[in-house]
T-cell receptor, first 112, second 115 residues
Framework: LAKTTQPISMDSYEGQEVNITCSHN???????ITWYQQFPSQGPRFIIQ???TKVTNEVASLFIPADRKSSTLSLPRVSLSDTAVYYCLVGDEGAAGNKLTFGGGTRVLVKP | GAGVSQSPSNKVTEKGKDVELRCDPISGHTALYWYRQSLGQGLEFLIYFQGNSAPDKSGLPSDRFSAERTGGSVSTLTIQRTQQEDSAVYLCASSTSTGGNYGYTFGSGTRLTVV
């Protein structure tokens, strides 16, 4: 399984854009990049997934360069409620029973 | 149900006692996963079920840990002779059998404290 590296923590302010970059140098051809969000006392929640280029949904955008060795999660105009831990995962999306392998995540603190 | 339900939400037990943690997955989800999360840490995979069978038990930390799943639905994680290092939040997730990193829905977990 491809190992991921992401910053331990980031601070931001309400209304700002937050960008979290994840390194995955050993990503395989069949691997997808997925981000989960975890609030205190809750289980992780799926945010966004991509394979290459750019993916956008109502919550975030995911930017993946051509070599796919890194990816950047972008949270536009964050609010206090976006304070959470964000996990970057890499794995074969099509593999049955593919277990998620979580790293340490990035703890994002949004200040007023 | 609408989501993954875990019970109890909190459990305090004395060292050496056995505990059972329960997970009710989303109806129709055939894959079920147990994870453990220690304070301030990431998630550690424990075991995976496909239906009632467990193809991957590689994450169980010792033979004190066991899990079963009946009727392709409810799963129980049992920890025998609990130790203080077992204190953690135990999370359950379910997904459709087709797998995929995005198809996982997690419960809110059981916070286990061994005193």
């Amino acid at each position: 399984l491809a190992k991921t590296t992401q910053p331990i923590s980031m601070d931001s302010y309400e209304g700002q854009e937050v960008n979290i970059t994840c390194s995955h140098n050993n990503i395989a051809t069949n691997d997808y990049i997925t981000w989960y969000q975890q609030f205190p006392s809750q289980g992780p929640r799926f945010i966004i997934q991509g394979y290459k280029t750019k993916v956008t949904n109502e919550v975030a955008s995911l930017f993946i360069p051509a070599d796919r060795k890194s990816s950047t999660l972008s949270l536009p105009r964050v609010s206090l409620s976006d304070t959470a831990v964000y996990y970057c995962l890499v794995g074969d999306e099509g593999a049955a029973g593919n277990k998620l392998t979580f790293g340490g995540g990035t703890r994002v603190l949004v200040k007023p | 149900g609408a989501g993954v339900s875990q019970s109890p939400s909190n459990k305090v037990t004395e060292k050496g006692k056995d505990v059972e943690l329960r997970c009710d997955p989303i109806s129709g989800h055939t894959a079920l996963y147990w994870y453990r999360q220690s304070l301030g840490q990431g998630l550690e995979f424990l075991i995976y079920f496909q239906g009632n069978s467990a193809p991957d038990k590689s994450g169980l930390p010792s033979d004190r840990f066991s899990a079963e799943r009946t009727g392709g639905s409810v799963s129980t994680l049992t920890i025998q002779r609990t130790q203080q290092e077992d204190s953690a939040v135990y999370l359950c997730a379910s997904s459709t059998s087709t797998g995929g990193n995005y198809g996982y829905t997690f419960g809110s977990g059981t916070r286990l404290t061994v005193v």
